[in-house]
Nanobody
Framework: QVQLVESGGGLVQAGGSLRLSCAAS????????MAWFRQAPGKDREFVAI????????QYADSVKGRFTISRDNAKNTVYLQMNSLKPEDTAVYYC??????????????WGQGTQVTVSS
């Protein structure tokens, strides 16, 4: 089992920044990558970014490319999502995921509880 705990969400004005954290515990060696997804009200959960634990290879959704940065601290088993130039359309509950790979949420077996990000215009 892998346990994931997100933190760092909140309310921010458009153009502002937030940094989300996702701390992993348990059988973390079984997961080669960590990803962030988000779900806005009335919409499906969508892929945001992914990073591999060893090489640090990253991939981003087009909607966040150039504004968001995913990083990891292997010693702390923690993944971060630095979000800059936030827009109202970034408002969503953000989830971290493990135990899978790629941009499809069905690929992941472990999920955090989510953290709310609200961007006001």
């Amino acid at each position: 089992q892998v346990q994931l705990v997100e933190s760092g969400g909140g309310l921010v004005q458009a153009g502002g920044s937030l940094r989300l954290s996702c701390a992993a515990s348990g059988r973390t060696f079984s997961s080669t990558a960590m990803a962030w997804f988000r779900q806005a009200p009335g919409k499906d959960r969508e892929f945001v970014a992914i990073i591999t634990w060893i090489a640090g290879t990253t991939q981003y959704a087009d909607s966040v490319k150039g504004r968001f940065t995913i990083s990891r601290d292997n010693a702390k088993n923690t993944v971060y999502l630095q979000m800059n130039s936030l827009k109202p359309e970034d408002t969503a509950v953000y989830y971290c995921a493990a135990g899978g790979w790629g941009t499809e949420m069905k690929s992941y077996g472990y999920w955090g509880q989510g953290t709310q990000v609200t961007v006001s215009s």
